[in-house]
């Protein structure tokens, strides 16, 4: 998978891909991370890529041409799946989504900054959109950076053990049981029995049940569909 992310802050996301698991996967060469700075593409040498927003109001926007630079010269090199905008006005990021995206070929991730972008960038390059979540950051930087380590660790090999990425929580829409490791008692906090158990079967039953009353409890909504 190649995952080309366009910023006007390379430096803000760089880093979650520099450490752990994601790291791991671009070093066994199961992703290729690129970033690209808008600057590069501005109209003029003082690096101009926003503007003010017609019909005034407070806020710069993102203009379309340095985007289209950028864009076209990634699609003249190879063809992309999808042409992701991350914005808060969009379709909130959930594991469905991560889990298609897992099995993309090649991405392009268009981070917004200030007020947004040009509405025809989104009408006619952006073929998804993605928000993380109901509450606004300064770009969507952090919000690439999210969905990319979402999207990586469902990578086939990129987690040691195969199966782990299924058994996380939002797999089948149920919040992960509890998890407990040595020792098996600190300071009279005991570990619960059944895991001490060595009843596979019974553990097993024991965790969906914890999983199912834990989603219950602490989001009912994930029930409902
Ligand atoms: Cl992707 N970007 C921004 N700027 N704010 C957000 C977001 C993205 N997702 C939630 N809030």
């Known amino acids: 998978m190649r995952i080309d992310i366009i910023t006007v802050s390379p430096e803000l996301i760089k880093s979650p891909f520099e450490y752990s698991i994601i790291k791991r996967a671009i070093d066994k060469n199961l992703v290729e991370v690129h970033f690209h700075d808008l600057r590069t593409y501005a109209l003029n040498d003082y690096g101009k890529i926003d503007d003010y927003q017609f019909g005034g109001g407070a ?90 380590d979402t999207i990586i660790r469902l990578i086939p090999g990129v987690l040691g053990d195969e199966t782990s990425a299924l058994t996380d929580s939002f797999q089948d829409n149920l919040l992960s049981p509890p998890v407990y490791t040595r020792p098996s008692e600190y300071k009279g906090l005991k570990v619960p029995d059944i895991l001490l158990s060595g009843n596979f079967p019974k553990i097993e039953d024991w965790r969906n049940e914890q999983s199912f009353e834990r989603t219950k409890k602490i989001r009912p909504d994930l029930l409902e569909d």
């Open 59 to 148: 806020g710069m926007v993102l203009m379309i041409e340095p985007i289209d630079k950028c864009i076209s010269k990634l699609k003249a090199e190879r063809t992309y799946d999808e042409v992701i905008y991350m914005t808060p006005d969009a379709p909130t990021l959930n594991q469905q989504i991560a889990n298609t995206l897992s099995l993309k070929e090649n991405i392009i991730i268009l981070c917004g900054h200030y007020k947004g972008v040009d509405q025809r960038v989104r009408d006619l390059f952006i073929t998804k959109e993605v928000s993380i979540g109901d509450y606004v950051l300064s770009g969507g930087e952090l919000g690439a950076a999210v969905l990319c």
